[in-house]
């Protein structure tokens, strides 16, 4: 099992940014890397960005190419989320999660096995 913790969450203008981080411990070697997905009220946990821990190849969700940078320190265990250019419909609850080894797809979020507790972003007009 892994566990994950997420801060810097807040609230902030739009066209602002913010920064947010999740630590992982435990069974990281389980994992084959991390991904951000976020929930709106009454909407679906959808996938954001998604980096693997050996290449640091990254992923991203159309709506947020070119404002959004995943990226990972593996001497920490950590993972960011940078967004930048930040909208109201970004607004959203953030949560990082691990996924699984081998198999699966890095945008479904039924291939990821542990999850962090999650961290609001709001984003005023």
């Known amino acids: 099992q892994v566990q994950l913790v997420e801060s810097g969450g807040g609230l902030v203008q739009a066209g602002g940014s913010l920064r947010l981080s999740c630590a992982a411990s435990g069974r990281t070697f389980s994992t084959s890397g991390m991904g951000w997905f976020r929930q709106a009220p009454g909407m679906e946990r959808e996938f954001v960005a998604a980096?693997?821990?050996?290449?640091?190849?990254?992923y991203y969700a159309d709506s947020v190419k070119g404002r959004f940078t995943i990226s990972r320190d593996n001497a920490k265990n950590t993972v960011y989320l940078q967004m930048n250019s930040l909208k109201p419909e970004d607004t959203a609850v953030y949560y990082c999660a691990a996924r699984r080894l081998y198999g699966g797809s890095w945008y479904n979020r039924y291939d990821y096995t542990d999850w962090g507790q999650g961290t609001q972003v709001t984003v005023s007009s």
């Open positions: 980096i693997t821990w050996s290449s640091g190849t990254t």
